[in-house]
């Protein structure tokens, strides 16, 4: 069995975990489920062993049914916050991200069948980047990120701890 890399400690909560930007025909993918109410990229937990490239081809073909290939890694990202739903309800979390630019297929058709940690169905979704800051999307520099071109990797820290 796959271990992930993260742990729990007293009332912290570290993960360390590889997402997928996936961007056709002007909208980028999301994934929602009926127990959040926000938006929040494909991808997820790095298996311990597994390098993150594994991981985000990995995540991203669990939780689409779809076959990307990496174009390249886009942003490294540090993103601390309060967890607000079980079961990360009441603990300080801390999140290593990498993510990783996938290479257009040029189709927005999907096979999806994902549920998440906690056993709830997900939905893909499909949201006009021009279209991002109608929707709570995390984490929230994607908004800006995705409306200006970038060529290099870049390091994004967040702190939405109230």
């Known amino acids: 069995m796959a271990v992930d890399c993260g742990f729990t400690k007293e009332d912290h909560w570290f993960r360390y975990k ?21 938006f929040y990229p494909v991808g997820g937990a790095v298996h311990a062993g597994e390098k993150a490239e594994d991981a985000v081809v990995r995540e991203v073909f669990e939780e689409t049914g779809v076959n990307y290939e990496i174009d390249r890694l886009a942003v490294i990202h540090e993103n601390f916050f309060n967890g607000d739903t079980p079961p990360l309800k009441g603990l300080d979390c801390h999140e290593i991200s ?40 995390y984490p929230s520099f994607l908004k800006s990120y995705l409306s200006c071109e970038h060529s290099g990797i870049e390091h994004i820290v967040t702190d939405e701890r109230a």
């Open 98 to 137: 990498f993510y990783f630019m996938m290479k257009s297929r040029g189709t927005r058709e999907l096979h999806s069948d994902s549920y998440t940690y906690g056993g709830v169905k997900e939905n893909m979704h499909w949201i006009p980047i021009d279209e991002l800051d109608r929707h709570r999307a």
């Open 18 to 38: 590889a997402c997928a930007i996936i961007i056709e025909d002007g909208c980028v993918l999301f994934a929602g489920n009926s127990s959040a109410d926000y």
